[in-house]
């Protein structure tokens, strides 16, 4: 497996990124704030309107360096691409399965699988490590439905039967995803998913991570040469990057659930860091966002045993080797695609 | 004779990436990825050299081109010779803009030292026969240099040379008409490969799918 390199995030508006020689230089006005190598990385991301030469979007470009903007609030405002990447061959094979929703369901199923699976272990592991603080009766209730749902998953062959289970087995999910925070929960609570705009502390926490996460696997899908915005499970809508969001699936749970669990639980932020604006929506304040994406690139460098692969790769390399296992059973390599079971 | 389209070409080179394995050629040629490593790197370097097609140097008896474009339409391959050398021969041919006869040599710069496989060797046997097609004469021997020894070897080339070589490029013009990326064996040369990293050897000789999905459902 390749190695993870750095991913710089820029949370100071009024900054301007340029290239000299092989490195990134960050200014404010006039003055050199850093230099990075370019080589160290593998994306940059920004937040809040900084500027970036062209020189610089170029150099990234030529590198696969993923160079995305966001805006202060944390949603996603653009990217920037250089010539399109080789592998057609690839991306027309994924179009035709895309195009065929028998073949569309047979990929979509198994990462369905992956997402309940892991939300299930996500659970089955609370329930086993706060005993005493949990209503594991009611946990495990909802567990034993996920593991009926994924045996039903394995039969599916229709796209329409296969978003029925998984809608039904993400009621399940939430309605216990509450009981996994222990800490400040007066403060941090859930009483299910809203996005736009989030509306309470949670789901503002959870919106952020999924688009960190969500900019990952599409950087990883253009990495092997697959067109992230061609789904099997959600369907094209214009601007709406399908197989980042289809794959991304099964790593909800054990990458950005289980971070932002972790952010509340051990008190790397609290309820100071957010506010309400006028129309209800929760925004996070700089200082918070700053701690969440330091943890965010913490988490990252963590290692772990990939359960297909058998070899260790950092969390941070998990979307990019499920891009990597998607494109090699598109080309025929792997009877299935192997989603990450992850216990 | 098979007449190919030209942008069906297949490139030269790639003769010896398919002799070191079937799928890293199919990787590269076919699916169109790469990624440098640092043998690639090197292998640039080396080239930058021989790659200057303006130089033509004379040498008495010897006329040295560098970086010489060929193809072969029997075979539909293209490519370029690191260097030729074209040396005075009463049996040769005449070339344009030249006084007297001359026969080709295929010289082929190598990193490294001389390998027991014969890679290296096929790329300068395609070599030959595409200055065959081109220039209508016989090419008997090729030389390659090796950079790690800084000599060269010479390199005798038969028919049998060159029908297996024919061999390997009908092959390879199957795989690339049916777009296949075939499967290999792995070992220890996956870990010399450059793309290793996109192949993912391992799995080829991985358990099925199916299997790892139900036996980690059925736990």
Redesign the interface.
Known sequence: MKKLLNTLFVTMPDTYLSLDGENIVVKQEEAVLARYPLHNLEAVCTFGYAGVSPGLMGACASRNIALTFMTSSGRFLARVIGESRGNVVLRKEQYRISDDERRSALVARNMIVGKLYNNKWILERATRDYALRMDVERIKKVTFSLTESMKLLREVEDLEVLRGIEGAAAVQYNSVFDDLILQQKEHFYFHGRNKRPPLDNVNALLSFAYTLLANDMRSALEAVGLDAYVGFLHRDRPGRASLALDVMEELRGVMADRFVLSLINKKIINEKGFYRKENGAVIMDDETRKKVLKAWQERKQEKIVHPYLNEKVPWGLVPYAQALLLARFIRGDLDEYPPFLWK | MQDYKEDDYLLLSGIQHFNFCRRQWALIH?????EENVKTIEGTYLHRKADQPMIREKRGDKLVVRAMPVHSRELGITGICDVVEFVRDPDGVPLAGEEGLFLPYPVEYKRGKPKRDDSDHSQLVTQAICLEEMLLCEVSKGYLYYEEIKHRVEVIITRADRERVKASWEEMRQYFKN???P?AKAGPHCQSCSLN??C?P???N?R???S???S??N?
């Open positions: 076919i699916e169109q990825q790469w777009r296949h990326t499967k990293l996109v993912l391992e799995i080829l991985k099925s799918v199916s790892y999905i139900e980690r459902l736990e």
